[in-house]
Structure formats: structure tokens, C-alpha cells
């Protein structure tokens, strides 16, 4: 699926670029290091899903994504339907998604702490046909919740997990593990340029609601590069990644600098300090990658040194407006990468300097890497007449899902005539040098670690639980900003809100102490 019509330029962007797809780029891999290893789960992965840690070559990983691919279409899925998935930062994950992607399907990786109302929602407006989760992750019985979920969005013909005891009427995919080699499923044949098919859809959040934001192949390629370049990875290194799959974010600087380098990606599910420093241990990353101020406080605590083979250390920035006043980074033997996210709409890398110091945003086009000959257009940013930043180019989305996929339309994925996306975030520039100073997030949204909220829906949702009950929103040194409930029975709220799905986040800021969990960077 092409959505909308590319103009000229684009199509001649698109043509220059080549026709690769992320199945493409993972088959290169697999047949340049077959015997090599691909994907490292977590050494704790049995206390998040059940299951023990996998550890799988590129022959063996390209085995299980054909059987995923396999078994999706003989579930009777066709050519660009879409497939949720809510899953673990695990193998499991990561051979699900590229199945789909090698089945012609379309993935849509959905946050780890949705529940119900969010998953039905999501899944209900763009007509997925299929849920697969893992069966469990920590406490939560994510099976359970898929069928009750299916049983809500009626066009879900099947579900299926991972992990064992799933619940009646999901089909296990473990099995796919020890099964013989499949064939490979027959390919879709793509019109124009497969890398301009939909790939992925992601979720973002604006003041009116949830918002989905579809990506190609091309767009996922090209904001993986650009951290690919800033960052410094190079062919066959060991990357090290906390960040979970359902975001702009946790593709680009995870999942597609893995592909593009044909490393190993090693997956560290968010967020258990003695089992990342198992990993930075036996796994010798070279490339770290973690939100910014989990970053930080790793840096100042000296934790992390040469000895592991560390030598880059990407840093998530999800509150934008944090990133100029950080401290500055001292550790001259690893690099510090920024990278400030807006939203899934954009983001960008920029290594630290000898100063410490974050390098500043500036009007225009933005390299990778900065300051290099030859060096790759990824984005390029303008201020508008009120005051914001809005962003163009290569990785930024030009189209809103089409009617025949987003049942609601609005809110929709907003591109102006010019191309540019405006992302909310107010600035001031500098009139000599250009460099921005971001100085607050978009009006009516709340960031907790790696999820956005709508102030409103989240005073409608404290309300709407008991009258006289609500939300306010209180600054937090590691997620920008965290939820503290009131309310005359606040276990009453926690109760009924759980009972409706609503996000934990919500949930447990009722709780005794009010400080919500900020899992799911």
C-alpha cells in the first residue's frame, strides 16, 4: 500500500534511494554472516515472558521469520492488512515484526502498557485482522487481554502469543521454534518501488487523541541511518538496546541501525539495572542505547567504562525541552549521541562535542554525520508563524492512512502543502546563528517516560472514574513528567480504572504514593 501520490520530487528521492525494503536489508545479512549471531534476548527473560533467553544466528532468525510469514498468510491474511502486535523487547518481537513485514502484511507494534481501551481502540480504527502478543509480560497476562480485546474489535479474526499456558483459542507461534524450515510464503508483487509500500504504523498522541502515523520501508531506512551515521556503528558490532519496538524511537535506533550494520542486536526489555549490566558484561556492546536520563545518571555513576567495548552511548531524549540544560557529558572514553524524539513524527542525532555540551538545533537542513563531507540530507527543520518547529524530509511521514484503512480520519497525521509537519514544540531562534531554543512541549500533551497523553482525556478519564477526582501532572528527574491522582477513594479509582483498561500509568497514580512506574521508554 503507496499512501497518497508522491510528487515528482519525491518519486525521484524515492528512485535514487534504491528499492530496498528492511526484509531486503535482512536478507544481505543473512547472507554475508549466516552463522553469526543476530538477536540476544535479555539474560532475565524468563521473569518477563516465561520463556528462557534465545540466542539466534541470521540462518536460524531468517528460518523463523519465513515460518512467521508462513503462518500469518495461512491464518488467511491478504497483502497490506494490518497485524498488531504487543510484545516483549525480545527475539520473539523482532522475528514477529520482520515475518509480517516478509508475509506483504503491514505491522503495527502497539506501546507495552495499553490495555484494552487503548489496544480495541487502535486496532477497531485502522481494520487490523490480527493481535499477536506475548503471553505474558512480568505480571500480566497479555493473552487474556488479547481475546478480550478481539472479543471488542470485532475484525480481529485470529490472535496468536508466545510463551506457554496461552489462553484458550490463541494459536502458540513458539512451535514455529522447532519446527522444520517452511516454505517461504509466494511474494506480493509490488507496483512502482516496494521501499514506498507501507511498512509500519505507529501511534502518536495529539490533543484531540490517538493519532496513527504509517512509515515505508524508504522513511524507516532513513531515519535508521541517520543515527546509524551520527552514532558511529559500524558493520558487525554488538548494539545494545533498551528501547521497546512501538515507536519512531525504538526503530530507528535500534531495529534498522541493527539491519543496516548486520551486527547483533541484543534486546534489554525496560528496565532491570543488574540484567543490563549482565549484558554490557557478556555481551561487550559497542553501541549502548538507552532514554537520556537513565543516560545520564549511568554516566555520573561510572557504571559503564571501556572495559565492556562500549565506545558510543545513544541517548533517547523524550522531553525535548530537557536536552540544553542536561549535564554535560565528562566521559571521554565513550560518546555521547543526543537524540532529541519529536514524537513519531521526527527526531535527530547529534554526538557531543569536547565541550560536554548538547549541540544545538539549527533552522535548515540537518546532516549525517553533521560536519562531514558527503554526509546524508535526513531532515530538515523551519520554524512556523506561531512559533513552532515543523519538519521535513526523508524519515518524516507525507501522508495520513487512507480512508479505506483509518476508519475515524481525524485526528489524522497533518502535512502541510509544503511538506512540513509541524510537531508542536514552541522555539526561539537565534537571529546570528539560527540554533533553537525549545522551550516547552507541544500544548495540550503530557510525556511520562515513552508515552504521551492528552490533558484532557486524561482529566476526563480521572472524572469520568468519580466525580471530583483528577490528574495533575508534576515534574520527575528520569520521565520529564509523572502523574499524581486525588481523588476521596482512591482505590475505589484504581480499581474501576483498571477494570476499564485504562493505561497503568493512569492507574497507579492513585496509588499509595502516588509515582507511576515509567516502564516502556
Known sequence: MILGQSS????????????????????????????AIALADPPNAAAVTGSEPRRLTYA????????????????GLQADQVVGLQMANTVDAVVTLLGVLRAGLIAMPLPLLWREADCVGALKRVGARAFIV????????????AM?????AFQIRQVGGFGAGLADGVIAFDDLYAEAAPPAPPAIARPVNPAAHT??????????????????HFELLAAGAAITLEGRIEPNVVV????????????????IPWLLVGGTLALHHPFDI???????????????????PLALRLGEADVLSRRHGIKSLIAAWRAVERMASSPHWSDATIGLVDVPVFGETALFAARRGGNGRPAPLALGPVMAPRGAPGALHVVEIARTPAGTIAVRG???PRFPLPLEIDAAAKPAFAVGADGFTDTGYQCTVDPVSRALTINDAPAGIVGVGGYRFGAEALAEIAAGAEPGSRISIQPDALAGKRLAGTAADPARVQGELAQRGVNPLVVTAFGPGTRAAIAGF
Do not use: Y
Open 8 to 35: 515528482p520530487q519525491h518519486a525521484a528521492m524515492l528512485a535514487k534511494a534504491g528499492r530496498s525494503t528492511l526484509d531486503d536489508v535482512f536478507r544481505r545479512a543473512v547472507t554475508r554472516r549466516p552463522d
Open 60 to 75: 536460524q532468525a531468517d528460518r523463523m521469520i519465513t515460518a512467521v510469514a508462513a503462518r500469518v498468510r495461512h491464518l
Open 134 to 145: 506475548s503471553g505474558r509480560i512480568g505480571a500480566v497476562d497479555h493473552c487474556a487481554l
Open 148 to 152: 478480550n480485546v478481539a472479543a471488542e
Open 199 to 216: 511498512a509500519i504504523i505507529t501511534w502518536d498522541v495529539s490533543p484531540d487523541g490517538l493519532v496513527p502515523v504509517a512509515r515505508n
Open 240 to 255: 545494545l538496546s533498551s528501547l521497546a519496538l512501538p515507536s519512531l524511537a525504538g526503530l530507528a535506533l535500534g531495529l
Open 274 to 292: 543488574e540484567a543490563f549490566l549482565v549484558q554490557c558484561q557478556t555481551e561487550q556492546p559497542a553501541i549502548v542505547i538507552v532514554p537520556a
Open 394 to 396: 526523508p524519515m518524516v
